[in-house]
């Protein structure tokens, strides 16, 4: 079986997935993960080189997989939902809680695969204990990354958040009067930008590279053993009605469990993935937590 990648455009992906056919229904008689119903499984990224690989861990247990590459987060999710692909892999709990809150929606996730720790970063400073008290620091803007890196910020000691902080905590939850510095946001892309300018940085890991920066220069990151970090561990999300469905678990236990994949995204990653096998009941009842704290 040769690999199959198909890409799907931002703006048309779900009306070109729409004539294509539910992705495990297109067939009523043939079984998901067959050459005639092969598994539909939505990425953001296919052309990272794991991927091939994973196709023929996934081959050699006799599982027939298309990969549909999206170039933008905010498509798999619908495209699954809507029955265009059987299982997707882009994105962590928190924002798969976020989709399913705003969406009305109940996708579920079915397996663990790694926690990128989220850094602190400064020009001026060398660790957190240099940072003189009253001076500013950035944070992304957008909902999930901001309150990860509140949650950086204290347990780094600069800040604390009312009533401890969660997964939704915001600026408004900064105790000024119990913190150490100011904290500010700007848009995830700029943070890193603003590093000349102020005492440090929450920054994205999708950013450093452009900035020269690596993971190890971050001054302080979450701990990915912290309970507080199991919302931001990625994972393979599906319908709620397949979460126990055998093929697409199988998929979760080839991705975990082979060497070589696991080599290739932690090359992709830079070396700051931290592999994880989280149970599905403990992703599930994290999901819950997150999306009730979203809902109030």
Same mark, same amino acid.
């Given at each position: 079986?040769?690999?199959?990648?198909?890409?799907?455009?931002?703006?048309?992906?779900?009306?070109?997935l729409?004539?294509?056919?539910c992705?495990?229904?297109? $067939?009523?008689?043939?079984?998901?993960?067959?050459e005639?119903?092969?598994?539909?499984?939505?990425v953001?990224?296919?052309?990272?080189?794991?991927?091939?690989?994973?196709e023929?861990? !996934?081959?050699?247990?006799?599982?027939?997989?298309?990969?549909?590459?999206? /170039?933008?987060?905010?498509?798999?999710?619908?495209?699954?939902?809507?029955?265009?692909? +059987?299982?997707?892999?882009?994105?962590?709990?928190?924002?798969? *809680?976020?989709?399913? %809150?705003?969406?009305?929606?109940?996708?579920?996730?079915?397996?663990?695969?790694?926690?990128?720790?989220?850094?602190?970063?400064?020009?001026?400073?060398?660790?957190?204990?240099?940072?003189?008290d009253?001076?500013?620091?950035? @944070?992304?803007?957008?909902?999930?990354?901001? *309150?990860?890196?509140?949650l950086?910020?204290q347990s780094?000691?600069?800040?604390?958040?009312? +009533?401890?902080?969660?997964?939704?905590?915001t600026?408004?939850? @900064? %105790?000024?009067?119990?913190?150490?510095?100011? @904290?500010?946001? *700007?848009?995830?892309a700029?943070?890193?930008?603003?590093?000349?300018? !102020?005492?440090?940085?929450?920054?994205?890991?999708?950013?450093?590279?452009?900035?020269?920066?690596?993971?190890?220069?971050?001054? *302080?990151?979450?701990?990915?053993?912290?309970? /507080?970090?199991?919302?931001?561990?990625?994972?393979?999300?599906?319908?709620?009605?397949? %979460?126990?469905?055998?093929?697409?678990?199988?998929?979760?236990?080839?991705y975990?469990?082979?060497?070589?994949?696991? $080599?290739?995204?932690?090359?992709?990653?830079?070396?700051?993935?931290?592999?994880?096998?989280?149970?599905?009941?403990?992703?599930?009842?994290?999901?819950?937590?997150?999306?009730?704290?979203?809902?109030?």
């Amino acid at each position: 079986m040769a690999f199959r990648i198909r890409t799907i455009a931002p703006i048309a992906a779900i009306s070109i997935l729409a004539l294509a056919g539910c992705a495990s229904g297109g $067939d009523a008689e043939a079984e998901l993960g067959t050459e005639e119903n092969p598994v539909q499984l939505g990425v953001v990224g296919a052309s990272d080189e794991y991927w091939s690989v994973y196709e023929e861990a !996934v081959e050699a247990e006799g599982i027939s997989l298309e990969i549909v590459d999206f /170039t933008e987060y905010t498509q798999p999710n619908p495209a699954l939902s809507e029955g265009e692909l +059987d299982i997707n892999q882009f994105q962590h709990i928190q924002y798969l *809680a976020d989709y399913n %809150v705003s969406a009305g929606d109940d996708l579920q996730p079915i397996g663990a695969t790694a926690i990128y720790p989220l850094g602190l970063y400064s020009e001026k400073y060398d660790s957190v204990d240099d940072i003189p008290d009253g001076e500013t620091v950035v @944070v992304p803007n957008d909902t999930v990354n901001q *309150a990860r890196g509140l949650l950086v910020l204290q347990s780094a000691g600069l800040i604390t958040l009312q +009533d401890g902080g969660n997964s939704s905590s915001t600026l408004e939850d @900064v %105790v000024e009067d119990e913190s150490r510095v100011v @904290v500010e946001s *700007a848009d995830a892309a700029l943070t890193v930008t603003s590093l000349p300018d !102020v005492a440090a940085a929450i920054v994205n890991n999708d950013f450093l590279g452009n900035a020269g920066l690596t993971s190890a220069d971050a001054i *302080a990151a979450d701990d990915p053993s912290d309970p /507080t970090a199991l919302p931001y561990v990625n994972i393979f999300a599906v319908r709620a009605d397949d %979460v126990d469905n055998e093929v697409l678990n199988r998929l979760v236990e080839i991705y975990q469990g082979d060497q070589e994949v696991l $080599d290739g995204v932690q090359e992709t990653a830079g070396g700051t993935a931290v592999f994880a096998t989280t149970p599905a009941e403990d992703l599930q009842a994290s999901l819950a937590d997150v999306e009730a704290s979203l809902q109030g």
